[in-house]
């Protein structure tokens, strides 16, 4: 039997003035923080893809972190551009709905 594919978000929005981006479902809407966000990038810049050990520090990313840019890839994520230059992290679809808290 074929995996569900994550539910695909209807609107995405990335609200500078409140540091958060707003990614809304069909069933639900969630406000993502930036800086929450930007440490749980998954890539292989900030975790060791052998180990899973996080390589990126949290301490290390700035209180004022902003999403410069946002694009689309393919039909399942986006790559984020962040004020600090890290860009090679995506956040796919599933990745997104992970880390929602428990209804």
Not at 26 to 45: I, K
Request: one cysteine or more; a negative charge; glycine letters at 4%.
């Amino acid at each position: 039997m074929a995996a569900v594919p994550a539910p695909v978000p209807v609107d995405l929005q990335a609200l500078r003035d409140r540091q958060i981006l707003r990614v809304a479902w069909a069933d639900r809407t969630h406000e993502f923080p930036f800086r929450q966000l930007r440490a749980s990038c998954e890539c292989a810049q900030c975790v060791n893809e052998w180990t899973g050990e996080r390589i990126l520090d949290p301490a290390t990313i700035p209180a004022d972190i902003a999403i410069e840019s946002m694009e689309l890839v393919g039909a399942y994520a986006i790559r984020v551009r962040w004020s600090d230059g890290h860009d090679s992290g995506l956040f796919t679809w599933e990745r997104l709905r992970e880390l929602l808290p428990a209804e």
